[in-house]
């Protein structure tokens, strides 16, 4: 069992930046693949960006694609999600998901992660 705890949400401005951290526990693996997605009222959950530990490749939506970086931290393998440029189309509930080794075309996928967070809420209103 992995459990994984996100941080960092909050109400912000049209244009404004914000930092979300996930930071997994439990049995983690020696290589996996992490990815933040993101729930709207009445959307579908949907891809936002993933970090694999291994290379460290990653994959981002176009919607985020230049304004959002997902990195991870040197201390407990913490996943981040560094927003900008945030507009309030970004609003949503953004879910930390952890799963084994994908491959770059499998990264968005849902069916790639086998453990997903609480989720944090992300609120871009002026």
């Known amino acids: 069992q992995v459990q994984l705890a996100e941080s960092g949400g909050g109400l912000v401005q049209p244009g404004d930046s914000l930092r979300l951290s996930c930071a997994p526990s439990?049995?983690?693996?020696?290589?996996?693949?992490m990815a933040w997605f993101r729930q709207a009222p009445g959307k579908e959950r949907e891809f936002v960006a993933a970090?694999?530990?291994?290379?460290?490749?990653?994959s981002y939506s176009d919607s985020v694609k230049g304004r959002f970086t997902v990195s991870r931290g040197d201390a407990k393998n913490t996943l981040y999600l560094q927003m900008n440029s945030l507009n309030t189309e970004d609003t949503a509930v953004y879910c930390c998901?952890?799963?084994?080794?994908?491959?770059?075309?499998?990264?968005?996928?849902?069916?790639?992660?086998?453990?997903w967070g609480q989720g944090t809420q992300v609120t871009v209103s002026s």
């Open positions: 998901a952890y799963g084994p080794y994908a491959i770059i075309s499998s990264m968005p996928s849902q069916d790639a992660y086998t453990y």
């Open positions: 439990g049995s983690t693996r020696s290589t996996y693949t």
């Open positions: 970090f694999r530990w291994r290379g460290g490749a990653t």
